[in-house]
C-alpha cells in the first residue's frame, strides 16, 4: 500500500441504541465520542440505527409477502385485459 493515502485501521466500537448491544471491531470509521470497554480501554463509538441483533430478518420477525395472492386480487379488481 502506499503510504499517506489510506485512512487510519483500528479498533472501533459499534452500539445499536435500539438493542442495547455493542461490539468491538476494526474498522476506518471515527468518531468524536467514546466509550470504555469491558477491557478497560476507551475506544471511538459509532452509533448505529440497525444491526443483526435488531434487524427483522436476523431476528426472525420479518413479514413474508404474499406475491401471489397481491397478483389474483389486482386480476380481480382490474380483470384481465386481453
Known sequence: MRKGIHPDYG????????????????STMTSVKTIEWEDGNIYPVVDV????????FYTGTARVLDTAGRVERFERRYGKQG
Not at 11 to 26: E, G, I, K, S
Not at 49 to 56: A, G, K, M, R, T
Open 11 to 26: 479498533p472501533v466500537v459499534f452500539r445499536d441504541r435500539a438493542a442495547n448491544y455493542a461490539f468491538l471491531t476494526r
Open 49 to 56: 440505527e440497525i444491526s443483526n441483533v435488531s434487524h427483522p
